[in-house]
Structures are given as structure tokens and as C-alpha cells.
């Protein structure tokens, strides 16, 4: 039986969107409600328990809508909500629904990246200071050496789209030379923020040779394909269309004139409407 639902991908704006361009492309016959969470976009600072709230209020949502699979696209979701999410919200609440992150399935492949076992981890606040990153490449690659570097103001450059503008210019170097002056062995940098492969161009530009930018939107598409490969009782649930559906929580113009950029296609989005 197959019950036309859709997997929900959520971000808190519009980072997220770089994944759901892998995924939609690598598994194109499912059906697909994105969120951007964009009214209370960057989530980056905000504490544990905000990030956790709103997280936990759009994967609500998301199940509203008819999603059994919510993926968040989003590291910092990732880092902050997840496993509450996982461990006391699902099996409670919703024992049939399943939500994923983004950090387990790239710390699982990191190690493939790096010759001299040192690996640069640039992400938000929240991210690094959750520390999601070294414990969790710790389990897959106990031998790598993992250097985090937090990036705050390149989120909001990207937001607002000032991110190819030469005023970005000064913080994608700064952040760059001070992850590279903790180690000079770090010859692969993870970007462990959904917005950051925006940044590529200007950081190939100014990286030292000898040095991989890596993104995390195939890894997460592949695990994605190898999950419901291995979980046939949840594919049974989900329609096959190919429909695409966007929802933001901010204002539905702003998105749909900057999601191209992420998306790599013209959206039209929905309004979602917060609780509060
Ligand atoms: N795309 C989110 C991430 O991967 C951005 C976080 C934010 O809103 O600050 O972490």
C-alpha cells in the first residue's frame, strides 16, 4: 500500500536547500516538503533550548503535513535537537515517524578524505561548541585529529546575500586563517553548515593548495538512498510523484527570490505559520 506521504528536509532558512538539491536530484520519485524556518533564521547563537524548541516545533509540523521521514538539513538542528528529538519526543509521541541529521552520516565517511588524519570542522556557534563533530568522527575514525573552527558571520553574509560581495572578503579569510593557524596539518575541511557551500568560490580562491573543501549534500543524499534501501515498511509510506513543495515561516517573496541560489531551480513557497 502506498500512502502518498512526502519526506520533510528542514533548515532554519535556506541552507538546507543545498541538501534537498542532492536528495531531490539523487532520489527524484519521492515526494518532498521543504521548511525554512526563516522568521527565526540564523539559529546559530540561540541556546540550546530555543534551538531545540523551534526545531522540535517545525518537525512537528512537518509530521502535520504527512511527513513520516523528517531530515534535518541543518547542523546545527542537528547538533542541538536530535537526539532529545529522537530519544524522548519519538517514542512518546510519534513511535511510526523517523527524523535523521546531518552530522552521524558524514562523520561516518570523513575519514575517506584526509591523507594526514586532520581534519578542519567550520561551523556556527552551536555547532562546534556542542562538540556533535569530534564525538561523533571519534566513534568512525578514533585516529583523526579533529580542529573546529567557529564561523558566526557567515550565515548571516549569506542570508542576506552579501556573500559574493567583496565586504564578505575579510571574514571568509579571517575564519579560514584561524582554523588553519591551530594546525598545519589539516589537509580536508569539512563545511558542517548547510550554508556554506555558498562560500566555495571565494574560499577555493584563497586555500592553500594541497588542502579539499568538502560539502556535505551527496553524503547526506547517499544516506539517505541506503536508509530507505534498508527500510522498505517506510518507502510503502511514501508517494512516488516526484512533488516538490516549499514553506517558510518568513516572508514567501524574500524566499522565493533568494532560493534559486541554494536550489539551483525557481521555487514558489508557502507561508508556514508559527505557534508563536
Ligand atoms: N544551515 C544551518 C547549519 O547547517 C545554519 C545554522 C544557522 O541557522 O545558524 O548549521
Not at 135 to 143: D, G, L, T, V
Amino acid at each position: 500500500m502506498n500512502t502518498g506521504q512526502s519526506i520533510g528536509v528542514f533548515d532554519s532558512g535556506y541552507g538546507g536547500l543545498t541538501v534537498f538539491k542532492s536528495i531531490a536530484r539523487q532520489l527524484p520519485q519521492y515526494n518532498y516538503i521543504y521548511l525554512g524556518d526563516n522568521a527565526r533564521s540564523p539559529y546559530g547563537d540561540h541556546s540550546f533550548e530555543t534551538i531545540y524548541q523551534y526545531t522540535l516545533e517545525c518537525v512537528e509540523w512537518l509530521f502535520e503535513q504527512g511527513c513520516p521521514l523528517v531530515i534535518l538539513a541543518c547542523n546545527t538542528a542537528s547538533a542541538k535537537a536530535l537526539r532529545s528529538i529522537q530519544q524522548k519526543v519519538l517514542p512518546l509521541k510519534y513511535p511510526n515517524h523517523r527524523v535523521l541529521g546531518v552530522i552521524r552520516p558524514t562523520a561516518e565517511v570523513l575519514g575517506q578524505f584526509t591523507n594526514k588524519k586532520t581534519v578542519g570542522v567550520m561551523g556556527t556557534r552551536g555547532t562546534v561548541n556542542s562538540l556533535s563533530y569530534p564525538m561523533e568522527i571519534n566513534k568512525f575514525f578514533p585516529e583523526l585529529k579533529v580542529v573546529q573552527q567557529a564561523c558566526p558571520m557567515w550565515v548571516p553574509l549569506i542570508e542576506n546575500n552579501e556573500h559574493l560581495n567583496p565586504g564578505a572578503d575579510y571574514f571568509v579569510q579571517k575564519y579560514l586563517d584561524e582554523l588553519l593557524e591551530k594546525d598545519a596539518d589539516i589537509d580536508c575541511i569539512l563545511l558542517a553548515c548547510t550554508h556554506y557551500p555558498l562560500l566555495i568560490p571565494k574560499l577555493q580562491a584563497i586555500l592553500p593548495s594541497g588542502i579539499e573543501l568538502l560539502g556535505q549534500a551527496d553524503i547526506v543524499a547517499n544516506s539517505l538512498e541506503l536508509y530507505l534501501e534498508n527500510h522498505p515498511e517506510m518507502v510503502v509510506r511514501l508517494g512516488l510523484q516526484g512533488k516538490r513543495q516549499f514553506f517558510t515561516s518568513g516572508d514567501r517573496q524574500a524566499f522565493d527570490q533568494h532560493a534559486n541560489i541554494f536550489f539551483g531551480e525557481e521555487v514558489q513557497s508557502e507561508q508556514m505559520h508559527l505557534k508563536c
